[in-house]
């Protein structure tokens, strides 16, 4: 059928190859380049030309608290950095996805994240980061200007009891920068300031078992797993 697969695997013997054979995290930027994250914490940046890997963030980068926490996540931003997400901590590899920089110049930097459960980050289309705790009601989005989080957080009180929120996804509608999180009792527009709007009361547990994305026509497609 004319449809051919190459293997990648970790090969102590062979420094070319993948750092770790525990794949975490996969992303492709806005130039080609495929970036892997590792469950040891090191970061992996693909050579296609090559047919080889460079280790952009070795495993113990940043000492032993790196080493041991696995890349949990890999998005750019809209200056083409791009953000490595740890458990505790975050590093961005500055200009990452510009096709003009020498990987062995690379930029590292590190930045200070809230100490959550399982943090999850969240790029706009305008470039707007938000980082939230899956399960949890807490938003933080991120300022370039002051590199500072703030946290938001989403209250819903119906009939004067308060909603616990859990939080499974964020995403985007497809005409504008309205911003929706997917929740435990529903869908929830995010209005300015965090004022909370829900769309579709519909209370339900999901824990890990989700999707959810806007369709090109608006539409809130979810799955439930029964």
Not at 22 to 43: C, P, V
Not at 150 to 158: A, G, V
Not at 192 to 206: R, T
């Amino acid at each position: 059928d004319g449809i051919s697969f190459e293997i990648f695997r970790h090969d102590a013997e062979d420094s070319a190859s993948l750092s770790d054979g525990h794949i975490q995290s996969m992303y492709e930027d806005s130039n080609g380049k495929i970036w892997i994250g590792t469950l040891s914490g090191g970061l992996d940046l693909y050579d296609h030309t090559l047919g080889k890997f460079y280790h952009i963030l070795p495993k113990d980068y940043g000492g032993t608290n790196a080493k041991s926490s696995p890349v949990l996540q890999l998005i750019e931003d809209k200056q083409k950095n791009i953000w490595v997400l740890y458990k505790n901590s975050i590093r961005i590899i500055l200009n990452g996805a510009a096709d003009c920089v020498y990987i062995q110049k690379y930029t590292i930097k590190e930045l200070e994240i809230p100490q959550l459960n399982f943090p999850v980050l969240f790029t706009t289309r305008s470039g707007g980061i938000y980082f939230f705790n899956f399960l949890h009601s807490e938003i933080y989005s991120y300022s370039y200007l002051s590199s500072q989080w703030t946290l938001d957080t989403i209250n819903i009180t119906s009939n004067g009891n308060h909603k616990v929120i859990k939080i499974y996804n964020l995403f985007q509608d497809v005409h504008s920068e309205g911003l929706y999180a997917f929740t435990n009792i529903g869908i929830i527009r995010l209005c300015s300031s965090f004022e909370s709007e829900v769309l579709l009361k519909y209370e339900v547990n999901l824990e890990y078992q989700f999707q959810s994305f806007i369709d090109q026509e608006n539409q809130i497609w979810f799955k439930e797993a029964r």
